[in-house]
């Protein structure tokens, strides 16, 4: 059992369904550039990692810088946000009111994502609001600290911001960057497999198909 006080939940993938969009997006403008790349090779290739990484990939396959590339992503990926609205990832809600109900642990969320995007995905999935703890949201961005996951930067820095030692931490994550940075932060992983398959992921202390299969493992 994964006896801890605080978890930490990444953002895409984890508690909102935003990678069939985002990797739609990106394939979309990536193509455009003159990078054909297709949703599911952008997610195989993409998915969990640093979007300035991605970028700079990206002008070395074309030849020339792409100082429009990630505003050009991001307006896309805002409107689709306001658009269509984002899907809780399966069992997340289920998850999140048991863990109200017994109020057995601390929550936040650790993303490499911008808190901007972070707040209108959530916002659009109903999440909003599900993080707050001391009337604040514990919504953590590697953009705040200017240091991305694979490091362990985020995961440390949410930790000590909500005052809990690395060790009584359980991360939930669904990439391998993720998985990676977890355990290079010292806190035990949840593998969520789906999208990147559960053998991309084996690192991890525990690796689970459905978020249902959480609340055995956390024994809430
Ligand atoms: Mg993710």
């Known amino acids: 059992m994964l006896d801890c006080d605080l978890i930490i939940f990444d953002c895409d993938g984890v508690l909102v369904d935003t990678e069939p969009v985002t990797n739609r997006l990106l394939a979309e403008c990536l193509t455009e550039i003159g990078w054909s790349v297709t949703t599911e090779e952008s997610i195989e290739r993409f998915k969990g990692r640093d979007l300035n990484v991605i970028r700079a990939e990206a002008e070395a396959v074309v030849g020339r810088e792409l100082p429009d590339f990630l505003p050009t992503y991001r307006a896309r990926m805002f409107e689709a946000f306001e658009r269509e609205s984002v899907d ?19 929550r936040c969320v650790a993303s490499n994502g911008p808190q901007n995007k972070m707040v209108a995905s959530l916002t659009s999935a109903g999440l909003i609001g599900r993080f707050d703890h001391e009337g604040e949201a514990r919504i953590y961005s590697a953009y705040d600290i200017k240091v991305w996951k694979p490091e362990p930067d985020l995961f440390l820095h949410a930790a000590q911001e909500m005052g809990v030692s690395p060790e009584s931490c359980v991360v939930i994550e669904d990439s391998a960057s993720g998985v990676e940075a977890a355990q290079r932060a010292g806190m035990r992983v949840v593998g969520l497999a789906g999208l990147t398959p559960a053998d991309k992921l084996s690192e991890a202390t525990h690796v689970i198909e459905s978020m249902h299969e959480l609340l055995g493992a956390l024994g809430v």
Request: glycine share 10%; aromatic share 0%; hydrophobic share 45%.
């Open 88 to 106: 809780v990832v399966e069992g997340a809600m289920e998850l999140l009111n048991v863990l109200d109900e017994t109020g057995s642990h601390l």
